[in-house]
């Protein structure tokens, strides 16, 4: 048995080093609407990272042990050819498409505070040098958003007073035509569907709320965001086995692991978090064995297959505590 244990800790001290030198990347993916012609000037355009991902991530996303949180690093939208008065904008998430606005004393609208998830890290001082067709670019530091949530993207003005008010920049949207069976004039192509109403845009405020456009017509825009696989600290694509090792390793340097892999706190917790006290620590270590053994394959058959799999836990973390440098012996 003693054997057995050191053989083990050889391996997983090996495995440990080797997996140590290999920064990883977060995947990405997008989701956009690039199909409309028309010129105009609007406020805010609804979105969720679920509708129409490119990739699609599909169920396995949800279900195979990936996170549901995803990261917004970046979302545009494309300047149409109207005429823009607007200036230092800045474009501001919040977590629906159609909040009840707040006035101020002058009965100017801005979007309550508790509706807020995050704001560009840039200013776009004017869209003047822009041309029609390009893209108004807003930059997020990895924005935690969840993947099957929906969400709305405000150009905003931030006040004197620490408020953030919408305000209309020059953007494209939707082509509309005439359809014959109504009588009435739908968007040619949707993001979304024609009645779901929280994804489209909006130029126009009524009794302090978004009026969206007619048949859930939307203006152009792209998002883009990462996304990690929970517990995948080989970066490999896969959760398994040889990601033990690999966690336990990042476990002796959190901060160190953060900053090689440029992972902010949000993302940490969403490759490591397994006990769910939104914390990496060692107590994701005993969390993260059940998830590995209701695994598949020979990595899983191997785990099964170790007696008290959470001693194993330990000795290995033991193992790494007091570095190789001690040999075990049989008797």
């Known amino acids: 048995m003693t054997r057995l244990l050191t053989t083990t800790a050889v391996v997983v001290a090996a495995m440990v080093f080797w997996a140590s030198t290999l920064p990883l990347e977060a995947a990405s993916f997008s989701t956009s ?32 042990g990936l996170a549901t949180q995803v990261f917004l690093k970046q979302f ?28 101020n004393a002058s009965s100017q609208y801005y979007l309550p505070a508790n509706t807020i998830v995050g704001v560009s890290s840039n200013t776009i001082a004017t869209t003047s040098t822009i041309a029609t067709g390009q893209p108004i670019t807003f ?4 924005l935690p958003l969840n993947y099957g949530n929906s969400y709305a993207a405000n150009f905003v003005n931030l006040g004197t007073d620490g408020n953030y008010y919408p305000v209309r920049v020059s953007s494209l949207t939707a082509n509309y035509s005439l359809n014959p069976a109504d009588n009435a004039y739908h968007p040619v192509t949707n993001y979304g569907t024609e009645t779901q109403y929280q994804y489209s845009t909006t130029n126009f405020i009524t009794a302090g709320y978004y009026n969206g456009y007619s048949f859930g017509g939307d203006s152009n825009f792209s998002a ?7 517990g995948d600290f080989t970066g490999d694509g896969k959760f398994d086995a040889s990601d033990l090792p690999a966690m336990m390793q990042a476990l002796t340097n959190v901060s ?7 992972f902010t706190d949000a993302e940490m917790l969403a490759l490591g978090d397994f006990d769910g006290d939104l914390q990496f620590t060692n107590a994701d270590l005993q969390a993260i064995l059940p998830a590995l053994m209701s695994g598949s394959g020979s990595a899983a058959a191997a785990l099964k297959s170790v007696p008290e799999p959470a001693s194993f836990l330990l000795f290995a973390l033991g193992f790494l505590g007091i570095g190789a440098r001690r040999t075990w012996l049989s008797r």
């Open 224 to 230: 883009t965001y990462d996304y990690i696989l929970r």
């Open 76 to 103: 545009q939208f494309f300047k149409s050819g109207t005429a823009d008065t607007a200036s230092n904008i800045q474009l501001a998430i919040v977590n629906a498409m159609y909040p009840q606005l707040s006035q």
């Open 256 to 262: 160190g692991y953060k900053s090689t892999n440029n």
């Open 139 to 142: 930059s997020f530091n990895a």
């Open 33 to 64: 609407y690039l199909a409309g012609g028309t010129w105009n000037t609007n406020y805010a355009q609804g979105f969720s990272p679920s509708v129409s991902p490119n990739p699609d991530l599909g169920i396995p996303f949800i279900s195979n």
